[in-house]
């Protein structure tokens, strides 16, 4: 509820203020607004000099009384009631006709006379204007009006009634409706402005109290602008610091003051400061490339430390999950359905099964499959890549390690990808990459089915399902001597080839249907587009597949991706229409025959609109033109 008060030194002082003020309401009601409370406050300025406290979101108010409640209160919120020509022209045009006055004074604050002497030719009186500031001003203007032979006093309220008592002719300049409504309008606004205010003040200040960080705002003299409790309770300071407060006069250690009070930045510094170590970052705030102060941040080392462990326990606890079942792998094609045959079969055991096939072809997806069609599917899928470590990363990482077992451990150790697969699936990829050294101490685990962490003599028997996948020619490897034989034989226990997609281009158009239903579901591939893309060779398999298939969705300009899309957007080798039969190494139909169908298609889409035609083809009107007549279209 947005409150507003009307403060006014008599009531009725606008005519039928409430009454607009709910037709105001009625015409702008809406639900994303709150609703507003208008309260008329009869006073007068001495009241408002004395009164404390103002329970409003935003006042309304003229002249004088605007002035003292502005003085009184500079905080609040205030509409200045303005004195529109409207209002004046109206006041004078009675003035002129009650009085018959020839000479005009206007007697009110100095911005509610601005302009008021041009009226003088309209209304046929000489009128002069008189500024007032206070009540002692406003009786010497008073004074000055009758000196100089006014014969009537335009002003407000209160001013009126000091000329009346004179005896000298009078009239109280209204505010009419319009004018009361446009205030209305003005006061939602700066209410909606103050209140979105307030919201970002107390957000940012929730932000602050319930940072896990040490928050110090200063200015450029070094004086506190904002400070936190999370500064204050590792400092020590309890409630001992007020704003404008310089930093220097607080009892901060030594070594923290002085990054505070030099004028460099700093970034995750470590500053021993006694009985704690302190984590620093500091940065000036700039304005039009002027420092105006900084913000000093710091936590705790152990806090940061501790939060470590935890995220890494929770690393560590979660997230080893087969997302992906054989449901999802997408294809009819006879070898990938004799593969997905295979790979059930093999599902049912809790042999070692060896991956084989190139990148791109989906080898992490069977694993996850055969892990979640297998008695184990309940507990852990743990997915190393073992190219992607360093040999001494990989180890540990493997293998796991006790507290002190090289520089840089986790302080309690950590248990390694074979104990976290324990009665689960151990999935490792690019296996051919792992280093000879590796090979031996995996071979031991795998004979004995038991671990031993870096730096530890305990053995921890561990139930895992190896399962490994590489891209390389392992006995090719085995004859390099870049592989141990023992190793190979140890994994080659069940192996199962994934077909490549040449291997298998029928599956390519319900890949493309698949990938663009999932990605982008409002776009969709023609038949011709579809039957380009089976005549690619695919070398980086499905992976590369997907990704052309984004590229045509990216660049797509409409809703439909054509076969000249897909001939554009071929990076090395392109596909000429022309020779595709060449390019393919098969029979295929005549190049002029599947242009016609093509056309056909781009038309009957189209509705037999040419143009539009012409632009799903990806070809001008006029080229449309003359290969419809050249087929007889």
Not at 42 to 66: F, N, P, S
Not at 168 to 188: K, M, Y
Not at 291 to 297: A, K, L, R, S, W
Not at 484 to 501: A, G
Request: net charge neutral; aromatic share 6%.
């Amino acid at each position: 509820m947005v409150r507003l008060a009307l403060v006014i030194p008599c009531k009725d002082y606008i005519p039928n203020a409430l009454e607009t003020f709910r037709q105001y309401m009625e015409l702008s009601r809406s639900d994303r607004e709150e609703p507003m409370l208008l309260q008329e406050v009869v006073t007068e300025i001495d009241q408002v000099k004395r009164q404390e406290h103002w329970d409003y979101d935003v006042i309304i108010a003229r002249g004088l009384m605007a002035e003292a409640i502005k003085q009184k209160h500079p905080g609040i919120s205030i509409i200045e009631i303005p004195m529109v020509g409207t209002d004046l022209l109206h006041a004078l045009m009675e003035c002129r006709q009650r009085y018959g006055s020839r000479k005009i004074a206007i007697i009110a604050a100095g911005n509610m006379t601005s302009g008021a002497e041009s009226f003088s030719k309209i209304v046929g009186a000489c009128i002069r204007t008189f500024n007032i500031t206070d009540s002692q001003s406003r009786n010497k203007m008073i004074e000055r009006a009758i000196e100089s032979g006014c014969d009537a006093i335009l002003g407000g309220f209160t001013t009126c009634g000091i000329v009346k008592k004179l005896g000298v002719n009078s009239v109280c300049i209204t505010t009419g409706p319009d004018t009361f409504w446009q205030c209305l309008t003005e006061a939602r606004r700066l209410a909606q402005l103050s209140r979105r205010e307030q919201e970002k003040t107390q957000r940012i200040a929730a932000i602050l109290d319930y940072s896990q960080e040490g928050i110090i705002a200063l200015d450029s003299d070094k004086r506190i602008l904002m400070i936190n409790k999370q500064a204050e309770l590792i400092l020590g300071l309890g409630r001992r610091v007020l704003y404008g407060d310089r930093i220097s006069g607080l009892p901060v250690p030594r070594a923290l003051l002085s990054r505070m009070l030099d004028n460099r930045d700093y970034y995750n510094e470590v500053l021993d400061c006694g009985e704690m170590l302190l984590n620093v970052n500091k940065v000036a705030v700039l304005v039009k490339q002027r420092p105006t102060g900084c913000v000093i941040t710091f936590q705790r080392a152990n806090n940061i430390m501790e939060l470590e462990t935890k995220i890494r326990n929770k690393i560590y606890s979660k997230g080893h999950t087969a997302k992906r079942t054989f449901d999802d792998i997408v294809g009819g094609s006879a070898p990938i359905r004799k593969a997905i045959d295979i790979a059930r079969h093999y599902a049912e055991t809790n042999s070692t099964i060896l991956l084989l096939g190139r990148s791109g072809t989906g080898k992490e997806i069977f694993a996850q499959s055969i892990h979640n069609e297998s008695a184990r599917s309940k507990g852990a899928f743990v997915a190393v890549n073992c190219a992607a470590l360093p040999e001494q990363l990989l180890e540990s990482e493997l293998f796991g390690y006790v507290d002190g077992a090289f520089t840089g451990a986790a302080k309690d150790g950590k248990a390694g990808f074979f104990e976290l697969a324990h009665e689960g699936t151990l999935f490792l990829d690019e296996i051919g990459e792992m280093p000879l050294a590796l090979q031996a101490k995996l071979l031991r685990v795998i004979q004995e089915r038991e671990v031993v962490r870096l730096g530890d003599s305990q053995v921890r028997a561990v139930n895992v399902r190896l399962i490994c996948a590489t891209n390389r020619d392992l006995e090719e490897q085995v004859r390099e001597g870049t592989f141990r034989e023992d190793l190979y034989y140890r994994l080659h226990v069940l192996s199962l080839t994934i077909p490549e997609l040449s291997r298998r281009k029928e599956d390519i158009p319900l890949l493309v249907d698949f990938y663009l239903h999932k990605e982008y579901p409002r776009i969709a591939m023609d038949a011709g587009a579809k039957e380009l893309m089976t005549r690619f060779d695919w070398p980086g398999n499905v992976r590369q597949l997907f990704n052309l298939c984004e590229r045509l969705a990216v660049l797509c300009e409409k809703d439909r991706i054509t076969a000249a899309d897909v001939q554009n957007a071929m990076d090395p080798p392109r596909i000429p229409l022309s020779t595709a039969a060449e390019t393919a190494g098969a029979p295929l139909p005549d190049a002029g025959d599947e242009e016609r169908v093509r056309i056909l298609q781009a038309l009957e889409e189209a509705r037999f609109n040419r143009g539009k035609a012409a632009g799903l083809l990806g070809i001008d009107r006029s080229t449309l033109w003359r290969k419809m007549k050249t087929y007889g279209l």
